[in-house]
């Protein structure tokens, strides 16, 4: 800024002319000196303020847009941990004792259809028919023809299938990325596994639910782990469960039996090694597997743990369990066998002639019903009764199947002498295969009651209370191996092994009421091996009925015996047991050294 | 002296923002990549799945068994059974000691010969 002096002499040379005082002058100067600086100063500020105004607003404009844009926008965190990562598939595999896969998840499609993006209808309807030949025209015409938004055509789609679509060119056909549930063993331990179905479904995934077997059971711990990456691991060995699924049903055509369950039981740890009900079905198609028929007809139907059936003769074990127990009887006690009973009108008798005095050994190795029905009156009611509770009867058997929670053996509700008498033969009560699988567990392992499981336990011992004592249960096992030595279970020898074991032929339950006579549930109850008793199988066959020569044969000796036998020699060298080879002139060795 | 305080503040402030700035951008390449790493993850582990199932598919004890009736005679498979177990005992023992059984057996396995024959 120029200055300009604040007493210029040429005014003051005027202003002493005028006789004015040249100090008011200078007063003037300073005083426009000092309001040109205000205003300068003012300007100056003033411009400050506007410029950090405006710097202000644009920040606060700023800030205000991102915060409006972070409201607005779905949050993502970083991803910065391979933890944070989803895996491919979600509901957690189930694997056998082994670690081989029982059942897993397969990425696939799904087809949908957006009606109203579509260009050619018809032909579109038409070359789905013909890629689909489940689907009907003109069913997927009135689907694709509607004025809907969205429309699902087929839930999973092979890879196949999805180019063949792709290769139409319809804009409106969309596929959705799908989980499916894969059993890659097909129809084996189809009962166990049970299925899955499609829970709540959106379009870019679907939620798998169990709906039956251990997919139902352990629904929530399948769903729950997700990403954790943590099996369910059965007790059954595939290996195990094949071999005995395939001997069982060639025994079954063979014998010519309408269906047949077998269970494979560790006596110790209470392990499911194996569980098989027959007909089975197919639990990648499950839904479609169990149209149509109704009750134990049904595939779906898991003989073994739903089926009660009067299970005959290899009741007789537990009446001789409590009558040893008890002290009543010792192996060599002669037991009245003499045929007839009658009580009332109710006739007992043996099913084939019998002396009439056979030991407390032999009443089990022939199986004399009239023996056993002696012997159990003996024992009461209330005893007896007390005695099957205590073996687990009248509770569920705690495996862990949706479909078995309900099932308890049914039993008379007057449970008068004779039903007594016909109960320690296995008539007038009716348990499912599982039941008397782990009634036999408890008596055989050294009388300790068992719970029978599918979680696998490594084998590790589960012992619960005690039911016998350790000695009644070896006299017990003695007794039976007899019967497989010399009595009616002699079809059930196993080269190389011992087996002990029981038959049972029970007639029938009509549905209202009777018996038929010729249609029988046979059932044979072995533990092997003899020497260190470690597996329980129980065989059971329905309607089962073979010609030998002209004879139709349908008793358990010759047709569930054989069955069991022939799955221990299959079964017996892949659990690891030890044959007992014994060449009959071992004896006769001699041992030479140098 | 407060012009000098000024200018290393300001040279401070800009090295910072340099620095900032650099770091920023690290780290957002370092999540893009974790991202691409976790897509590959992700890819190769339905990859995975898929050959999982394969492999159980395969190895399907149906399938395996019909596999081995169909080549049971071309590799000379024999049927895992007890007669292929004894008593250790009789190891050593001349083979006219030995029971009928046992001698069948050892006769009817014939490995030494079976065993050059496969290796050949």
């Known amino acids: 800024m120029k200055r300009r002096p604040l007493r210029p002499i040429s005014e003051v040379i005027f202003v002493r002319k005028k006789g004015q005082n040249p100090n008011n002058i200078e007063k003037e100067n300073i005083r426009q000196r000092h309001l040109r600086m205000e205003r300068f100063a003012r300007i100056r500020s003033e411009s400050r303020l506007l410029v950090l105004a405006g710097f202000l607003l644009v920040s606060f404009i700023g800030i205000a847009f991102k915060m409006g844009l972070v409201s607005m926008t779905t949050p993502i965190e970083p991803v910065a941990s391979s933890q944070m990562l989803k895996p491919s598939t979600k509901r957690a595999d189930i694997l056998d004792r082994n670690g081989s896969i029982l059942?897993?998840?397969?990425?696939?499609?799904?087809?949908?259809?957006?009606?109203?993006?579509?260009?050619?209808?018809?032909?579109?309807?038409?070359?789905?028919?013909?890629?689909?030949?489940?689907?009907?025209?003109?069913?997927?015409?009135?689907?694709?023809?509607?004025?809907?938004?969205?429309?699902?055509?087929?839930?999973?789609?092979?890879?196949?299938?999805?180019?063949?679509?792709?290769?139409?060119?319809?804009?409106?056909?969309?596929?959705?990325?799908?989980?499916?549930?894969?059993?890659?063993?097909?129809?084996?331990?189809?009962?166990?596994?049970?299925?899955?179905?499609?829970?709540?479904?959106?379009?870019?995934?679907?939620?798998?639910?169990?709906?039956a077997g251990v997919e139902l059971k352990f629904d929530q711990f399948l769903q729950d782990n997700l990403g954790k990456g943590v099996p369910l691991i059965l007790s059954l060995d595939l290996g195990i469960q094949s071999a005995v699924e395939h001997v069982l049903s060639g025994g079954m055509k063979l014998m010519n039996a309408k269906g047949a369950t077998a269970v494979l039981m560790d006596i110790h740890s209470g392990e499911i090694l194996s569980m098989v009900s027959l007909p089975d079905f197919d639990p990648n198609d499950r839904i479609l597997s169990g149209k149509g028929k109704k009750g134990s007809e049904n595939p779906l139907f898991n003989k073994s743990v739903q089926g009660l059936y009067e299970l005959g003769s290899v009741f007789k074990v537990f009446t001789a369990a409590a009558v040893l127990e008890d002290g009543l009887v010792k192996p060599d006690t002669l037991v009245d066998t003499t045929s007839p009973i009658w009580w009332g009108k109710h006739k007992i008798s043996n099913y084939h002639r019998l002396p009439d005095e056979l030991s407390f050994t032999d009443v089990l190795v022939e199986s004399s019903n009239t023996g056993t029905s002696r012997l159990a009156k003996e024992l009461g009611a209330t005893r007896q009764k007390e005695f099957l509770k205590s073996l687990g009867f009248f509770d569920n058997t705690g495996i862990e199947l949706v479909e078995a929670s309900h099932i308890k053996s049914k039993y008379p509700a007057n449970w008068s002498e004779i039903s007594t008498m016909t109960i320690s033969y296995g008539h007038g009560i009716s348990s499912s295969p599982l039941h008397v699988a782990s009634a036999f567990a408890t008596l055989l392992n050294g009388g300790t009651k068992v719970r029978p499981t599918l979680l696998n336990r490594n084998s590790q011992n589960a012992k619960g209370d005690r039911i016998i004592s350790t000695n009644v249960s070896n006299e017990l096992i003695k007794i039976l191996h007899q019967v497989v030595d010399r009595g009616t279970a002699s079809a059930a020898n196993v080269d190389g092994y011992s087996v002990a074991g029981k038959t049972g032929t029970a007639n029938k339950v009509k549905p209202n009421g009777g018996y038929y006579k010729k249609k029988n549930i046979t059932t044979f109850a072995s533990v092997f091996p003899v020497e260190r008793p470690k597996y329980v199988l129980l065989v059971t066959l329905d309607e089962p009925n073979i010609l030998t020569g002209k004879k139709s044969r349908r008793t358990a000796g010759w047709t569930a015996a054989p069955i069991a036998s022939e799955i221990i020699f299959r079964v017996a060298p892949l659990l690891g047991i030890k044959p007992n080879f014994q060449t009959e002139e071992n004896d006769n060795l001699l041992l030479v050294g140098n | 002296m407060k012009s000098i305080t000024y200018i290393l503040v300001t040279i401070t402030v800009i090295s910072l923002a340099f620095w900032a700035y650099q770091e920023s951008y690290r780290a957002k390449s370092t999540l893009n990549l974790i991202r691409t790493v976790n897509k590959d993850i992700h890819f190769i582990q339905e990859k995975l799945g898929v050959l999982r199932v394969e492999w159980a598919y395969l190895n399907r004890p149906d399938r395996l068994r019909a596999l081995a009736d169909l080549n049971f005679e071309k590799l000379r498979l024999i049927e895992l059974n007890t007669k292929h177990f004894d008593d250790l005992m009789i190891i050593g023992v001349k083979k006219q000691n030995l029971s009928s059984k046992t001698a069948d057996v050892l006769n009817q396995t014939n490995f030494n010969s079976d065993a050059a024959e496969i290796s050949q």
């Not at chain 1, 038409?126 to 023809?145: D, H, M, S, V, Y």
């Not at chain 1, 499916?180 to 679907?206: C, D, I, Q, T």
């Open chain 1, 103 to 211: 059942a897993t998840n397969l990425i696939t499609n799904a087809l949908y259809a957006k009606p109203r993006m579509m260009i050619n209808r018809n032909f579109a309807a038409g070359e789905l028919a013909k890629i689909f030949p489940e689907l009907k025209f003109e069913k997927l015409l009135k689907l694709l023809g509607s004025d809907r938004k969205f429309v699902w055509i087929k839930r999973k789609i092979s890879p196949e299938q999805m180019q063949a679509v792709h290769e139409l060119g319809e804009p409106g056909l969309r596929f959705g990325p799908r989980e499916m549930r894969l059993y890659p063993n097909g129809r084996l331990a189809s009962h166990v596994l049970g299925g899955v179905n499609f829970g709540k479904e959106g379009v870019n995934s679907a939620e798998l639910v169990g709906i």
